[in-house]
């Protein structure tokens, strides 16, 4: 059993960022959601948001659309859905590139204060889109601009120019044995 912290260490140097990088990795559930609890503190703060999902296609009926474009988020699902359903991948590939095009275009553009780049890793890690370019347009963003990024093995690029990195980890699932995702849970 652990003991409660006794001492709090505070950091050498505090300052304030006008705004954060954050990407939420690993091979757990939950990086997605945590993004949107992210979402709804930034829509607390009367912040605009825009939230670009990469996997995800119009087809899909997911509660955190729903609630968000309820709120006020601009919503765009660029996505093909699941690689291993896709007839073809090329045409998954172009989608993707079409969906970095519009997330450079509402970084750079600076209405947004927080943009959420929702599993925007996979086509990175499958050479779809150029990780190098979606780390330079983060870097170079408005400063008023806030990023989240989401999906499995976010590389070395994003982890580079990410301010806050959390890895989520896979200790159980209930999909590993047989229950399929939940209507409210997962989506």
Same mark, same amino acid.
């Not at 960022?17 to 009367?46: P, Y």
């Not at 007839?87 to 590939?93: A, F, G, R, V």
């Given at each position: 059993?652990?003991? !409660?912290?006794?001492?709090y260490r505070e950091?050498? @140097?505090?300052?304030?960022a006008k705004? *954060?990088?954050?990407? $939420?990795?690993?091979d757990? &559930?939950?990086? /997605?959601? #945590?993004?949107?609890?992210i979402?709804?503190?930034?829509?607390? &703060?009367g912040?605009?948001? %825009?939230?670009v999902?990469?996997m995800k /296609?119009? $087809?899909?009926?997911v509660? =955190? =659309?729903?609630?968000?474009?309820?709120?006020g988020?601009?919503?765009?699902h660029?996505?093909?859905?699941? #690689?291993?359903?896709?007839?073809?991948?090329?045409?998954? @590939?172009?989608?993707?590139?079409e969906?970095?095009a519009h /997330?450079k275009a +509402? +970084?750079e %553009?600076?209405?947004? =204060? *927080?943009?959420?780049?929702d599993?925007?890793?996979y !086509?990175i $890690?499958w050479n779809?889109?150029?990780?190098? @370019?979606?780390?330079?347009t983060i &870097? $170079?963003r !408005?400063s008023?601009?806030?990023?989240? *990024?989401?999906?499995?093995s976010a #590389?070395?690029e994003?982890?580079?120019v990410a301010?806050t990195v959390? #890895?989520v @980890?896979?200790v159980?699932h209930?999909?590993?044995?047989?229950?399929?995702?939940k &209507?409210?849970?997962?989506?």
């Amino acid at each position: 059993m652990t003991q !409660p912290p006794q001492e709090y260490r505070e950091p050498a @140097e505090k300052k304030h960022a006008k705004s *954060l990088v954050v990407v $939420n990795t690993g091979d757990g &559930r939950g990086k /997605s959601s #945590s993004a949107w609890g992210i979402m709804l503190r930034a829509l607390g &703060r009367g912040w605009k948001v %825009g939230v670009v999902q990469y996997m995800k /296609s119009g $087809n899909w009926k997911v509660g =955190e =659309e729903a609630i968000g474009i309820q709120l006020g988020v601009d919503w765009w699902h660029i996505g093909a859905g699941f #690689s291993w359903e896709s007839k073809d991948l090329s045409k998954d @590939e172009a989608i993707a590139k079409e969906a970095w095009a519009h /997330s450079k275009a +509402i +970084i750079e %553009g600076g209405a947004y =204060e *927080l943009v959420i780049l929702d599993e925007i890793t996979y !086509p990175i $890690n499958w050479n779809w889109i150029s990780g190098a @370019e979606v780390a330079e347009t983060i &870097r $170079n963003r !408005p400063s008023q601009v806030n990023v989240v *990024l989401t999906g499995r093995s976010a #590389s070395q690029e994003l982890i580079d120019v990410a301010d806050t990195v959390s #890895s989520v @980890e896979n200790v159980k699932h209930a999909f590993e044995s047989g229950i399929m995702a939940k &209507r409210g849970i997962d989506y």
